[in-house]
């Protein structure tokens, strides 16, 4: 007979699988399918794994960033995904990530539904290194995959070179050796015309 601790744990895992239906604007590199968000989680935990030698600062915790971006977006399972630059959407993003939130964890048994609370919540926060460092990932994985997608998200109306740059601005100070990467792609993509000045 399996504990009420291990049931939750095990519907939580089921429901969370509702994540690879969630899909985002950016096109994958190889299909050109749109990219899910589990997907997106994967990316980022090993781009988090491969490129934390340039975090400026090198205490940074691994596993922590790790946990954090496989779970971030897990809220979207009820929210939905929210294109970055829908400044509609963002008016209630917040409120709906945390309703969002609050049904999903609390699925969990109270400890380790305080635990992935906790950790969404610093990542939505950005303020410790760790969560900085994270939200700096996010931002660039997007921008990798437009970049070798010929700017497909970039299309729509209203996307400038000037958006993007402040979108990864976060960057600058906190993984400054990805920050001069970052503006060499977005200089190349307006040269190549994928993305607006």
């Known amino acids: 007979?399996?504990?009420?601790?291990?049931?939750?744990?095990?519907?939580?895992?089921?429901?969370?699988?509702?994540?690879?239906?969630?899909?985002?604007?950016?096109?994958?590199?190889?299909?050109?399918?749109?990219?899910?968000?589990?997907?997106?989680?994967?990316?980022?935990?090993?781009?988090?794994?491969?490129?934390?030698?340039?975090?400026?600062?090198?205490?940074?915790?691994?596993?922590k960033v790790i946990s954090m971006v496989l779970i971030h977006d897990l809220v979207e399972i009820y929210a939905g995904d929210t294109y970055c630059y829908d400044e509609k959407g963002y008016e209630d993003k917040a409120e709906r990530e945390q309703e969002a939130a609050d049904r999903l964890f609390n699925m969990l048994p109270e400890d380790q539904a305080q635990?992935?609370?906790?950790?969404?919540?610093?990542?939505?926060?950005?303020?410790?290194?760790?969560?900085?460092?994270?939200?700096?990932?996010?931002?660039?994985?997007?921008?990798?995959?437009?970049?070798?997608?010929?700017?497909?998200?970039?299309?729509?109306?209203?996307?400038?070179s000037e958006k993007v740059l402040k979108r990864t601005e976060i960057a600058k100070e906190k993984v400054p050796q990805l920050y001069v990467y970052i503006e060499r792609l977005i200089q190349r993509s307006i040269e190549r015309g994928m993305l607006k000045p």
């Open 1 to 63: 007979m399996i504990s009420e601790r291990m049931e939750r744990q095990l519907d939580f895992i089921v429901a969370i699988d509702a994540l690879k239906d969630i899909t985002r604007q950016s096109i994958t590199t190889g299909s050109r399918r749109q990219e899910n968000d589990a997907e997106h989680s994967w990316h980022l935990a090993v781009m988090a794994m491969i490129l934390s030698e340039y975090a400026e600062d090198q205490t940074i915790d691994i596993a």
């Open 115 to 160: 635990r992935m609370m906790s950790l969404w919540q610093e990542f939505e926060e950005m303020e410790t290194k760790e969560a900085a460092f994270a939200a700096t990932l996010d931002r660039f994985q997007p921008l990798l995959l437009n970049y070798n997608t010929e700017g497909h998200t970039w299309q729509r109306p209203g996307i400038t």
